[in-house]
């Protein structure tokens, strides 16, 4: 309870406030005051309106005010006085109304406190100081006593049902007063004086004594609550109940205190005690009806506000909303000030609530619901057990409608039960219609009110039925499936449309249907009104009065209704035109015209019609106003709307009409009787004015009607004294009036026959004339009256009648000639049987020619036969297909009559596919031709080859075939066409017949089928015919470009046409890039260069831009184009820009330019070609290390060609290439200088060029040891020092077996060169380390290699001694690396065959190993060992990995050593993986799915493991598209279309992932794409999954939207805490509200057609829920690949994607993400 408002403040000086209460519409609350005795009013929101005074009882102004009561209705206020008496004030139901008194109550004594049940509108309570309860009757302003005590009442209260008064009274005692049966109850004796006494749920009474007792209705105690310990506590003053009877206020001293009642408990809690200093003692208090505010008034005047709901809160800022308890609810409509108050009766708290379409409430309860309607202020509540399925329509007035469980309930606003019930499957709002309708209805008798409802009971049938008596009122059964329904207003018509479009209209209670469309796309009934709306195709129709169907009003119009508002009078249809909107007017009088009618205003609806213009609309009008008016006696009306369409005769005839009413009265039956004749209801009319023995009047009404004959019928039939007269004046009309064969029949009924034969004959009736001969006999006419009668039947041409006249005279031969002509075949060949026999025959055949020529063939048969006609007999037969009578008679005719006939009988038999019987006919008719059709027609080939074998010839059959093939192409049988054609192996025959046809798909097939050689000429050739057909079909050509294999022409097709982006499409699907960029240049050239830009940027068409920038060699836009969008064309623009540079000799400039494009080569190249060497090497030593020594090369090369040979030895020496300039030197006989040069850089050749500078007697491999030692000292002493270490280094095992010589020579030809040639020095030594270890003097060799910094020889050696401790020396001083772990790897081995096994190779020195953390030497020595000792050991290391978390080790570990295959590894993978993908980390996810990749791969081979495989192929999956995902999340602008599909798709793996993670980032992904709906659905979850995480106790609830996907549902794995702040939560959430109040947004998840089971599933999923069927996923996006066609194929691994997700990847990365290989164009 919180304070609200000071309605009034209080003063220093006592003010009491006497008594307040609250009206029951809420609008008034009155307060009395003791100060000046008067009543002041407050509005709701507690502001001061208005003050009057109140009127002293018998003058004396010494009284105070008791208690104030507001009437029922709240526009009467009940104020008690202590001076005896009761006013009733009339408020009015305006502010400022005068307040007048309306009714008086006189007490006997002095009232003491006063009730006013609500449920008593005329009836109120008062109790009296001298103990007495009385009842005040404000309609007779008397009271009269209910009972009596002896004790002053000093509280009174009723109970909330209004049926028991309570009073409590100074003695302690509570009586109980039953209102129904007057039966008093003395309740309970209180403990104290029951000041405070209040009826609820159950009965609160206290006082003085500190307590409060709860009390049952029969008096037993509930509950007290005792306060006596707290001695801050004074008496209780008084209490007050709210409405509901569940929360009891009871005011003290500073406080007052908070009783609820707690159903589930079945008790009463003290809520709250709400304490406020300086409220003193409470002496009054009043609850607001609705329960949400408590009023107080106190003893210094002080009028305080208290708010007590539970909580309050705004929905759109269209209501509010009020948690007044826990089981009640106000909802109020902030615009219109409407509200509605829920308060449930069937249950005890509310569950939830749920507003639809701004106005219709639904709040479900555990055992109910309650529905409402703010506009109309109507609530119901039926018993309902919800499912949390159901499905609620509001879309019919006065109604709503519940689905659930294939059952349609209808609810009716306002009424608590159950309206009915429908069980249908068609429950979208335009398949269903419901109508309540409360005023009287044409054509529904008595009837005041109607609840009607048509539905579907299948696609075909409508059901209508009456709501009232649960009745069916018709079944409406349509050939086509229906797809719109709609009753109008009243419920008696109902226009439906079906699945053709086609409109048609149903009266309900006369059962008629008619149609009003032939097409219509758009139909309703304007709301509240009679009129109907609809459009064909380009008109919008309007009936103003839809009973007269054929007066209908067409407007065209330029697009589609969307729909129809009518409000203040103006009725508005909208129409969508595209990117506007049109509003077109209805004539609002004709629509009031039309709800005038329905309400039986007459008047008003002719007033309508006379300020209207006429038309034929407003003429249709005026005729149903008269008839209307005709039914409701309005004379004058229809007079009036007579004279107004122009129908003056009915106008004149309503007239006197009304001057008989004028006379006899509206009602008298001659009123009644004309007006029925004016509806042409005559019998009506007659019956009517018999009925009441009106017979003259009902007689004169015939005459006029120029129905004499039933005038003279009544006469009789009633007696009429002056029946002779009338019948006489019947006859003389009779006659002038020429109804001379009624006159004839008068006088035969007289016996005046020959009088009666002159009238027939006279009137054209011989007939009747004959008729009346053969009655009484020929002998009793004269012989000249019967001539007349046969000639006048002759002229008229009743021949029968005429020949049975003659035959009758004896006149036989007239007779049958009468007879032949009347074609009376049957009299005819009776009459010559008797007396013509020779005439038998031939009239028995003309009669068979007269039956065939009317089609009685069949009859004719057996006239033919007796006419002895046996041709015509068959012919006659076969006619009437009566075969088998046919047969029969064909069979017994002659062969040369029957034989024309045989034919038609195997036609016969082979339409009915008795080809055998067929024929048997055909060849006996001698047609085989015919036989051998009928077989070609059916496909018995078989049959018709041996027919054909038998009864023709080989050519003749296939010119045959080859014909009936022709006749099938002629009419357009293509197919039967081309099997013939084909039988008879016309293979062009059948390709051209479809090429004419156009057909170019058959005639592919069969040119594939049988001229495979011309496939692809084929597809161009029809192709060209596409292009150049009248009717060009580019789609179609494209195809069969493509099929052809001829892009390039299809391009150019749409070149022609200029169809540009179509030209661009194909260069970009089937192209490179320099295609698609030369024809984009194409396009464009002729363009003015601005719109060269704009265009090639607006196709996205950068690359294409940046060459024409190029090409205008404007670089500086260029390069900024290929920054912002293309930056893979850098390097090409920087390679022309260096080369415009070079042209322009900027060499420094273009060097920059070419590095930049990655030409390294062409920068040497730029150097070497002026001859700038240092720069190309320069730059080769920078960025192209490889190409030195081609540097050095030519280097030298254009030095020798300057002769400067020193610079060139040093260029070639740098290049390695010593042998070049040595050869040169030789070539040129220029040997001092090569031998120079070899001795110092080439020494392999100084043995060679000294051979050539000396001969072959100098040859030191041919001079004997001591000669060559001589030679060396004699070089020695020549100071020949390097031509004297060759020497020496020539000698070899050749001169001498002494290798101790040998050693020594070679150590001094090392000598000699550390003293005189120390620039060979190395060399020398290197040399002499080789020929030591060749002899196998390995110790020497290791330390020559060792001085020289050659190791890795130098361990070979020291190891092939073996001397180990050397060699292990040597390898621990070189840096760890592969050289060191190659020879540690040397070492091992030797050391282990030298000194036996090694610990290492043991599991023990395994662990040790493992113990120190050499992890890879480890794996290294044990993969030498068994499988299961690899495994064994690889597990151990990885599970060490992962208990350090160092997961990317682990992953690399196990992708780099190739696993043996076991069950235990498998669930180690799936556990890596798992905890990999439990976070995004991009390092850990590219070693997790190289991982698993290479594992899958050792798999595939397993059969037993494919489980596991394919939980670790989905695992591969994850790791796969997790990591693409975070590779775009940190490029989201190079990426924002991908991103926005892998972040979807990657939802199905929320089970793996953490789902929270990804719903965020889809979430976002969809908002910032503005896919506001599905952003809506993904966010509202993730904030769910926010609550879930930050309270575990939270149950996440299902979501509906997540149906039928592959996102998780249940338990999704998420994160431990959330990553975002709880005021980042606050505006997502914000956001998240915002959004969903948007109507134009669809707030559902998108769908795609399963192309196997053709269900809805989501779009983003890649199987099927319902029948399995799995589609392709894109390696970029992992979306699945519904069209084809919308598809592109790695070039490498040949894996889908969509093609944009493919273009945005490969402009970015430039390789494919699965298989890593360069991509060089989109293809």
Known sequence: FKLSKNLQPGGDNPLKIYSMTWSPNLMRIAVAQSSDKKIVLFDENGVKKETFSTKPFKGSKNYSIRELAFSACSTKLAVAQSDSMVYIYNLGPKWGDRKTICNKLEQEDQISCMTWPTLKINELYVGLINGKVKVGFLKSNSTTSLYSTESLVVSICHSIDGKYILSGHLDGYIYKFNLENSNLQKLVIHPSVPYCLSWGND??????????????????????????????????????????????????????????????????????????????SVSAMTWKPDGSSLLTGNLTGSVDLFEAFITKKRFKDIFEIVYVTHSQMIIKNLESQKRLIFKPKLSQEISSMKIYKDNYIVILTRESILLGDIDCEKISEIGWNSSGKEKFDFSNPNVCMIY??????????????????????????????ARL???????????????????????????????????????????????????????????????????????????????????????????????????????????????????????????????????????????????????????????????????????????????????????????????????????????????????????????????????????????????????????????????????????????????????????????????????????????????????????????????????????????????????????????????????????????????????????????????????????AVELAKKNMPNMVDKLEEEWGDYLSSQKHNEAAIIHYIEANCKDKAIEAAILARKWEKAIDLANKAPYEVAKPYFADIGDHYAALHKMDLAEKYYLKAGEPILCLSMYIRYSKWDKAEQLAKKHLQEDKYKDLIAKEAESFENIGKYKEAEKLYIIAEEFDVAITMYKEAKQYDNMLRLVKKFRPDYLNDTHLMVANLLCNDSNTNLKQAELHYLEAGAWSQC?????????????????????????????SKVWVKDLPPDQQKKKLLSMGMIDALIDIEIANEDFSEAFKLAEQNAKYKLPEIHLKYAMKLEDEKRYHDSEEHYIKAGQVTEVIQMYEHILDFNSALRIARQHSPESIINIYENQGRHLIEKRDFSKAEMCYVNAKKPEIITNYYINNKMFDEALKFARKHYPIMVKEILFMMEGTDNDPDKMGYDDLLKKIDTKLSNFEYSSAIDLLLDLNINHTNSTEKLTQHWEKAISIAMEQERSRAGDITLQVAAKLRSLGNFELAALKYESMGQVEDAVYCFLEIPK????????????????????????????????????????????????????????????????????????????????????????????????????????????????????????????????????LKHLVNHQEFSSEMKYLARLHKIAYYQFLKLNMKSRKTDFNYSYYYISLSVLAYGDIIKFDLALLDAGMACRDRNSKGIAFILLKRYIEIFEVIADPSIKLEWEKEFENTEIPQNDPFKSDVNVLSNEEKDKLQTWIVKTSVDKNIDFSLPK?????????????????????????????????????????????????ALKEAWKEWITAKEKCPWCNSIQMSYK
């Open 404 to 433: 659930s469980s294939g059952e349609l309930t209808l609810i009716e606003y306002g009424n608590d039960d159950i309206l009915g019930y429908c069980r249908t499957e068609y429950i979208h709002n335009d398949l269903i219609s």
């Open 1051 to 1079: 391009a150019e097709m749409y070149k022609n046409f200029e169809l540009w982006e179509d030209a661009l499409r194909i260069a970009k699907s089937y192209g490179n890039r320099e295609e698609v960029n030369s024809l």
């Open 1648 to 1696: 795609k057609d399963c192309p196997k089971c053709h269900k809805k599933v989501f779009e983003f999923n890649v199987c099927c829920l319902f029948c399995d069927y799995t589609w392709d996923q894109c390696i970029v996006t992992g979306f699945p690949i519904n069209i084809q066609n919308d598809c592109i194929s790695c070039s490498n691994c040949k894996k889908k």
């Open 437 to 827: 309708h409360y005023n009287t209805v044409q054509g529904l008798g008595k009837t005041s009110t109607i609840k009607i409802i048509s539905y579907l009971i299948d696609l075909n049938t409508i059901y209508i039925q009456d709501l009232i008596s649960q009745s069916l009122i018709a079944t409406l059964t349509h050939e086509e499936k229906i797809d719109f329904l709609e009753l109008n207003k009243n419920g008696n018509k109902l226009v439906f449309r079906d699945r053709k479009k086609h409109l048609f209209l149903y009266n309900v209670f006369e059962g008629k249907k008619s149609t009003l469309l032939n097409f219509c796309g758009f139909v309703h009934w304007v709301p509240n009104s009679e009129v109907l709306v609809a459009q064909d195709l380009k008109n919008m129709c309007i009936w103003y009065n839809v009973d007269d169907a054929d007066k209908v009003k067409i407007t065209p119009i330029k697009g589609n209704i969307s729909e129809i508002n009518r409000k203040a009078g103006k009725t508005e249809v909208i129409v969508n035109e595209g990117s506007s909107t049109q509003i077109y007017l209805l004539d609002d009088g004709l629509i009031s015209f039309s709800t005038a009618i329905d309400e039986d205003d007459l008047e008003k609806a002719m007033k309508i019609l006379e300020s209207l213009e006429m038309n034929t609309d407003t003429e249709t009008h005026w005729k149903t106003l008269a008839k209307q008016s005709i039914v409701k006696k309005k004379l004058f009306i229809a007079q009036r709307c007579y004279a107004a369409i122009g129908s003056y005769s009915k106008a004149n005839y309503i007239k006197k009409v009304i001057q008989i009413a004028d006379e006899k009265g509206n009602d008298h039956p001659l009123v009644e009787a004309k007006l029925l004749i004016l509806d042409k209801q005559f019998n009506n009319a007659e019956n009517l004015l018999l009925q009441n023995s009106l017979l003259d009047e009902a007689m004169d009404i015939l005459n006029e009607l120029q129905k004499w004959d039933e005038s003279v019928k009544i006469a009789e039939k009633y007696n009429h004294p002056s029946i002779k007269e009338i019948k006489n004046q019947y006859y003389t009309w009779l006659i002038d009036n020429d109804q001379l064969d009624k006159a004839a029949a008068i006088r035969e009924s007289e016996g005046d026959n020959d009088t009666a034969i002159k009238h027939y004959i006279h009137g054209g009736y011989p007939a009747k004339a004959a008729n009346l001969v053969k009655t009484y006999g020929i002998q009793s006419f004269d012989s000249s009256i019967l001539e007349n009668i046969v000639k006048s039947l002759l002229h008229v041409g009743i021949h029968e009648k005429a020949g049975e006249m003659l035959e009758l005279m004896g006149h036989y031969k007239r007779s049958l000639e009468s007879y032949q002509k009347g074609c009376c075949y049957a009299k």
């Open 1364 to 1495: 180990f401790e050397p060699a292990k020396k040597i390898i621990s001083t070189i840096k760890p690396g592969e050289l060191r772990n190659k020879l540690q790897s040397i070492y091992d081995s030797k050391d282990s065959k030298e000194n036996g096994p090694n610990p290492v190779r043991d599991e023990e020195g395994l662990d040790m190993l493992l113990e120190r953390g050499e992890y890879e030497k480890c794996l290294d020595f044990s993969m030498k060992h068994s499988d299961e000792v690899f495994n064994k050991y690889l597990i151990k290391i990885i599970q060490q990995f992962i208990l350090d978390k160092n997961y990317v080790t682990a992953a690399e570990f196990l992708e780099r050593y190739e696993t043996p295959i076991y069950k235990y590894n498998l669930d180690l993978y799936k556990e890596l993986a798992e905890e990999m993908l439990a976070e995004e980390n991009i390092d850990e996810l590219r070693a997790l799915k190289d991982m698993l990749f290479c594992s």
């Open 203 to 280: 009965i609160l009474a206290a006082g003085s004594d500190s307590k409060v007792v709860f009390y049952n209705d029969v008096g037993t105690k509930l509950q007290a609550y005792d306060y006596s310990s707290d001695e801050k506590l004074k008496e209780f003053t008084l209490s007050r109940t709210n409405s509901l009877g569940d929360c009891i206020a009871v005011g003290n001293y500073n406080k007052f205190f908070i009783y609820m009642y707690n159903k589930r408990k079945q008790t009463w809690e003290e809520a709250c005690v709400k304490n406020v200093e300086g409220l003193y």
